[in-house]
């Protein structure tokens, strides 16, 4: 059978576990047997998977971490294949502990207050600003990939980046770190960031 939509819960797809917070384990079961494809897709196993005939579940969270998920642009199909409306619904989404190297070009298309990326692969810092566009973000999580520790001065470059964030890393910014940013920028003089687009 197929999954039943979950009404006001968080789709939860990590370690594998996929279903949510309110499910019990039949609609655990079932969701894993019926759409367990979508998740490999994202784990580089196959092609595409193919669209149901509509998206499952009714949320505005999602967890996918501890997955070793890494096609990064397979990312946004697969949410459409599963989660309803997610376009327009998905403000928080935790991808956090896979094996990304980079964002998906079309991320910004998601309204996402919060997003967790924190222990992936992400090498190039140019990647985070793929998150200019996303105007409602206010938290962001990047610790443990490498441009933690590749990127001089990294939080006030992320903060430069994307001067609307109010969190990082689980750390609030305050109003002297935004002032430290200023700082920063007419010290080193980073490359201009892309602004966003109207």
Do not use: W
Not at 31 to 38: G, Q, V
Not at 49 to 76: M, V
Not at 78 to 106: E, G, H, Q, R, Y
Not at 132 to 147: A, E, F
């Amino acid at each position: 059978a197929a999954a039943r939509a979950a009404a006001d819960g968080d789709v939860d797809v990590s370690h594998m576990t996929v279903g949510s917070e309110h499910d019990g384990k039949e609609e655990v079961y079932e969701f894993t047997k019926a759409r367990h494809s979508e998740v490999d897709v994202l784990m580089g196993k196959g092609g595409p998977a193919e669209a149901p005939e509509s998206p499952q579940y009714r949320c505005s969270a999602c967890k996918l971490s501890n997955n070793g998920l890494h096609d990064a642009q397979q990312l946004l199909p697969v949410l459409k294949m599963l989660i309803v409306s997610c376009c327009s619904s998905l403000t928080s989404l935790d991808l956090s502990f896979n094996a990304f190297t980079t964002i998906p070009d079309d991320i910004a298309q998601l309204p996402l207050g919060a997003l967790y990326l924190h222990a992936n692969g992400l090498a190039d810092v140019g990647e985070v600003e793929k998150l200019v566009d996303m105007p409602q973000l206010y938290t962001l999580t990047l610790h443990g990939n490498p441009i933690e520790n590749t990127t001089r001065n990294y939080k006030y470059h992320v903060l430069y980046l994307l001067p609307r964030l109010k969190s990082l890393d689980f750390g609030t910014f305050t109003a002297r770190d935004r002032e430290t940013v200023k700082t920063y920028v007419s010290f080193y003089k980073p490359q201009p960031r892309r602004r966003a687009t109207d």
